[in-house]
């Protein structure tokens, strides 16, 4: 068993509702993709990537075939990782509007966290 170096938890329930709805290769990747956060050290960016422009928001990178697929997340004082939504992408730019609603989300979390 490999020693977890955080958690990976989602918040209320988008990344179950878009995970349901993925291929089961693509679940199974962004599964994989997981794993890798809750377990290495430092995440290499093909995986997991800052937003440019946001405080604190990532995006983790799953690619099968030609399709790509983004699941938004956060860290929670570093150990925790927050995940929100996901969207298939269908464009060079990850869409403002899903950039927005992720952000909208992390700061409903610390909204929640605070009550």
Do not use: H
């Amino acid at each position: 068993m490999v020693e977890k170096v955080r958690e990976v938890i989602q918040y209320k329930s988008y990344f179950e509702e878009f995970l349901l709805k993925q291929p089961k290769k693509v679940q199974d990747k962004i599964f994989k993709i997981i794993e890798i956060t809750e377990t290495y050290e430092r995440v290499p960016s093909s995986y997991l990537k800052a937003i440019a422009g946001t405080k604190g928001l990532y995006e983790a990178r799953i690619k099968l075939g030609s399709n790509i697929w983004r699941v938004f997340c956060f860290f929670d004082q570093g150990k925790l990782v927050i995940l929100l939504n996901g969207f298939a992408k269908k464009t060079q730019k990850t869409p403002r509007k899903e950039i927005d609603k992720a952000v909208r989300l992390m700061n409903s979390y610390y909204e929640d966290k605070k009550k």
